[in-house]
């Protein structure tokens, strides 16, 4: 989650810009660099998981998701949110709206190191994402990346994530 959270204030200078670091020699952090939305909801993420992380019961782990999403979200207003999700951010009662954006798939990196196996991983990338994004195709991208990462932190190999991905995911 550090490193997710690193890459998102060193890249949020480039954030919305037609300009982007063409080489791997640029300055990392800059008088515009900042945390974004991303760092936020993926702190409110991984705090729901934490306080959850013992719960076998599946609505009271969203509703722990959607509650501190909504408190980070109201401390940090703004963050640049997209529009739907900024909206949803503010419901009384919100309600997953069908999204495949990839704000699902950028949040969910502390869910790679709090569980054990990729079984738990992706049950809890799911259910991370389902809160909000529960368009298939926006949770099997959570699920590539949070496997990715997980795999990764399991020292498998490129094409060892590859081949669990295309083998499990349905993706390609």
């Keep these: 989650m550090i490193g997710a959270i690193i890459g998102d204030v060193v890249g949020s200078f480039y954030e919305g810009k037609i300009k982007k670091a063409k ?10 660099s900042r945390c974004t939305d991303d760092t936020i909801m993926s702190l ?20 722990e998701l959607i509650k ?7 401390i940090y207003p703004y963050s ?6 900024s909206h949803w ?7 997953p709206y069908n999204s495949f954006e990839n704000g699902s798939g950028i949040r969910i990196s502390s869910v790679a190191r709090l569980y054990d196996n990729l079984e738990d991983v992706n049950k809890h990338t ?14 099997k991208g959570a699920c590539a990346i949070v496997s990715a990462i997980y795999l990764a932190s399991q020292n498998k190999s490129k094409d060892e994530i590859k ?3 295309e083998e499990n995911l349905n993706i390609f």
């Design 89 to 95: 951010l503010r419901e009384e009662n919100p309600k």
């Design 163 to 165: 081949e669990y991905i």
């Design 23 to 32: 080489s791997k020699n640029f300055e990392l952090f800059t008088p515009y």
């Design 126 to 139: 799911k259910i991370t994402a389902s809160v909000s994004h529960n368009h298939l195709e926006g949770i």
């Design 44 to 63: 409110a993420v991984g705090q729901a998981l934490v306080n959850t992380y013992q719960e076998k019961e599946i609505s009271i782990i969203q509703k």
């Design 68 to 74: 501190e999403m909504q408190r980070l979200g109201k």
């Design 80 to 85: 640049r949110y997209g529009k739907q999700f």
